[in-house]
Nanobody
Framework: QGQLVESGGGLVQPGGSLRLSCAAS????????MGWYRQAPGKQRELVAI???????NYADSVKGRFTISRDNTKNTVYLQMNSLKPEDTAVYYC???????????WGQGTQVTVSS
């Protein structure tokens, strides 16, 4: 059974940086799109960034220029480098991957990111 394991969340001051990682294991292979989403208290889950197999990326306007998504296909891992963090970036961050065959979507368990002084 496949699963996604996230790491890297935590508490950081405004202007600081964090790097999130999400590794796919088990039966998850031949991954297509990988992405990060976030959900703040009382709000809907929203897309933060996605990256295709070939490396093309797309970002939410609110994080452009501050966040960078990348992937290591040899490790089935996706990363999110977050710089210049703001209090409004506070949320639970979830990774999501979609398989090439069948378009099956897997979600991570979520990792808390809190930006506060």
């Amino acid at each position: 059974q496949g699963q996604l394991v996230e790491s890297g969340g935590g508490l950081v001051q405004p202007g600081g940086s964090l790097r999130l990682s999400c590794a796919a294991s088990g039966s998850i292979f031949r991954i297509s799109t990988m992405g990060w989403y976030r959900q703040a208290p009382g709000k809907q889950r929203e897309l933060v960034a996605i990256i295709a197999t070939g490396g093309s990326t797309n970002y939410a306007d609110s994080v452009k220029g501050r966040f960078t998504i990348s992937r290591d296909n040899t490790k089935n891992t996706v990363y999110l480098q977050m710089n210049s963090l703001k209090p409004e970036d506070t949320a639970v961050y979830y990774c999501k991957v979609v398989t090439v065959f069948g378009g099956v979507a897997y979600w991570g368990q979520g990792t808390q990111v809190t930006v506060s002084s």
